[in-house]
């Protein structure tokens, strides 16, 4: 069974929305087994560092950030664009998003803080 993983940070983040946003993004993020043999298309963006890769589906104003799982897919954080423009913009990094991503350390902590979620009693 192909499975959509939310681990405590992105749940958190969706079930902080308005719940009419929160079932936009969730119709918007339809993805599919057959998606995991096409991650390199261009409606997904990839992020990578030290040799693990993320990948980023836009919906509504919001950048889904997720990996493949053997369940599925595993769904690390959710944040506004804004949130993203705004670092972006502050930083001044001369790439695109997605590889400015993968260069800051800040965007990987976030990351990080959701897989040290899940391991918390």
């Excluded at 589906?57 to 690390?76: K, N």
């Excluded at 997605?98 to 990987?108: I, S, Y």
Aim: proline letters at 6%.
């Amino acid at each position: 069974m192909f499975q959509i993983i939310f681990n405590e940070l992105s749940a958190a983040e969706l079930s902080a929305l308005p719940t009419a946003l929160q079932l936009s993004l969730l119709s918007e993020f339809q993805i599919l087994p057959e998606d995991l043999d096409r991650l390199e298309d261009p409606k997904f963006g990839r992020i990578v560092r030290d040799g693990k890769k993320l990948y980023r589906y836009r919906a509504s104003g919001y950048r889904i950030y997720f990996e493949p799982c053997p369940q599925g897919v595993t769904v690390h954080r959710i944040l506004h664009k804004n949130t993203l423009s705004d670092f972006l913009f502050r930083s001044k990094l001369p790439l695109a998003e997605d590889d400015q991503l993968g260069r800051t350390k800040a965007f990987w902590q976030l990351i990080d803080e959701g897989a040290k979620a899940q391991r918390s009693p």
